[in-house]
């Protein structure tokens, strides 16, 4: 039972630089989100999806982008690497989109610094 | 002003301890309240949820909300040191599942 699997776990990117990370969920769960974490800041929302097709913006969206063409995956690009955008990067997933089932399941991370 | 505060700590403590961890927000329109453990270079993980105010006891952990003051609680009693970790408040106000407001969260570490 992997759960929610990030890749890479690890990643170094030039100013300027695009990637994109990847997530997965085998428990077919509708909800998938994105977020980062900063030192000081806590977790901040960057970008979640509600279904396959359906994405919106978080509270941090800028220079990020989203897709959703299937339920399992929810890739996070970055389009144009600034050091700003170092951080951690944590994909969760709901089985729920209304609000009353609390749990999200996080990946263990992905940890990106931009030089 | 951010919606949700919480104090990073860290905090530290021995074996034993109680442990008393808190968020406030300002918010009102929050109904769900949730506790997240975060251990060291992993993701968080649910601890405790609780819609609206009351107590609510899980083993070693009791979660509080007060609703009125804006202020809620995780109390860890007999604290060990697999404690150890950061705990993260979370809140939602209802209906779709849009976002979760996270406190920044608090290191505690317990030493044997």
């Known amino acids: 039972n992997a759960g929610v699997t990030q890749t890479p776990k690890f990643q170094v990117l030039k100013t300027g630089q695009s990637m994109t990370l990847q997530c997965a969920q085998d428990m077919n769960h509708e909800y998938m989100s994105w977020y980062r974490q900063d030192p000081g800041m806590g977790l901040r929302l960057i970008h979640y999806s509600v279904g396959a097709g359906i994405t919106d913006q978080g509270e941090v969206p800028n220079g990020y982008n989203v897709s959703r063409s299937t339920t399992e995956d929810f890739p996070l690009r970055l389009l144009s690497a600034a050091p700003s955008q170092t951080s951690v990067y944590f994909c969760a997933s709901s089985y729920s989109i209304t609000s009353g089932s609390g749990e999200l399941f996080f990946g263990e991370g992905s940890r990106l610094t931009v030089l | 002003q951010k919606e949700v505060e919480q104090d990073p700590g860290p905090l530290s403590v021995p074996e034993g301890a109680i442990v008393s961890l808190n968020c406030t927000y300002s918010?009102?329109?929050?109904?769900?309240f949730m506790w997240y453990r975060q251990y060291s270079r992993k993701g968080p993980e649910l601890l405790m949820y609780t819609y609206s105010s009351g107590n609510k006891e899980d083993g070693r952990f009791t979660a509080q909300v007060d609703k009125s003051s804006k202020y809620i609680s995780l109390f860890i009693r007999d604290s060990q040191p697999s404690d150890s970790a950061t705990y993260l408040c979370a809140m939602d106000r209802g209906s779709t599942l849009g976002r979760l407001y996270f406190g920044r969260g608090t290191q505690l570490t317990v030493w044997p």
């Open positions: 918010n009102s329109a929050f109904q769900y």
